[in-house]
């Protein structure tokens, strides 16, 4: 595998910058690296696979002149991506990441991000990946690390050592919430290697964070976006948008990001192994 550049693509420092207030840290980081890992060109053609919300359809659209697609199989989240003033350039279309309802070698670059732990069959996602992608097309896929940190889920990590297994339905689920698995780094890779892609990069992600932080970012958070306490996104709605922004004036509610992020300070850019919430990978089509 090679080792990550020493420079990262203008798109992954300008999506750093834009994420500054961004409250899950595991997320701004794996976000910048799957920006890094396709850097986008104008005119190529590139798909979010398994798109929900739309966020990386979403910054994309706000950061790059990239024909971007995205494909999702829940109308709920297609309307909400439909929704965002960046995320609706996209060409949208319901559909199932098993079967994806386009032509083979149909896209440059691929993006499938915190999807196949949801999957009953990843491996049938992984050979779509392959069969749309072009020739020498590179895709970027993330999942959650089977390892991750004491600290970003402190009541699943307890039961899991105690022998009791996780909680298995909200609020408590936490970083198992509707996952059919985790993942190890090697895993993952033989998952990739398995649909005849060649990986070229893999990586652990986010080490420390601040007590319980996947409970406060997507319980407390989710209940902020939806009273409108984070003030309006793009298009002027109520959005976890909102703090994406590249104006550095501060709200309350960007400083009580600010706060949640604090131990990132702490983070290297990446592991090799140990605990991490998060593993990337990049891998190319041959050919």
Request: neutral net charge; contains cysteine; glycine residues 10%.
């Amino acid at each position: 595998m090679t080792q990550r550049n020493a420079t990262r693509p203008e798109i992954a420092v300008r999506a750093r910058r834009l994420l500054e207030y961004e409250a899950d840290i595991a997320f701004r980081r794996r976000a910048c690296t799957v920006l890094e890992y396709i850097d986008p060109q104008p005119g190529e053609r590139i798909l979010e696979d398994g798109c929900g919300l739309g966020f990386y359809l979403h910054l994309l659209g706000r950061l790059s002149k990239a024909e971007v697609w995205g494909i999702e199989l829940d109308r709920g989240r297609l309307a909400a991506a439909l929704d965002d003033e960046y995320a609706s350039k996209a060409r949208l279309a319901l559909g199932d990441v098993t079967r994806l309802p386009v032509a083979d070698g149909s896209f440059d670059k691929l993006i499938i991000s915190e999807v196949l732990e949801h999957l009953d069959d990843d491996a049938a996602a992984m050979r779509e990946v392959a069969r749309v992608l072009k020739p020498g097309g590179v895709c970027a896929v993330t999942v959650p690390n089977a390892g991750y940190p004491p600290l970003w889920d402190p009541l699943n990590y307890g039961r899991e050592r105690l022998g009791l297994g996780h909680f298995s339905s909200e609020p408590l689920s936490g970083i198992w919430t509707d996952h059919r698995r985790l993942y190890g780094k090697q895993q993952l890779v033989e998952v990739v290697e398995g649909a005849g892609l060649r990986v070229t990069d893999a990586r652990l992600e986010t080490r420390y964070s601040i007590p319980f932080s996947h409970n406060i970012v997507y319980g407390l958070g989710k209940y902020v976006v939806q009273k409108n306490l984070a003030g309006r996104g793009a298009g002027g709605k109520s959005s976890r948008f909102a703090f994406w922004t590249e104006e550095r004036k501060l709200t309350p509610a960007r400083l009580a990001a600010s706060a949640i992020t604090a131990f990132d300070r702490f983070n290297q850019e990446s592991y090799e192994d140990g605990a991490a919430v998060s593993i990337c990978l990049r891998a190319v089509k041959p050919g």
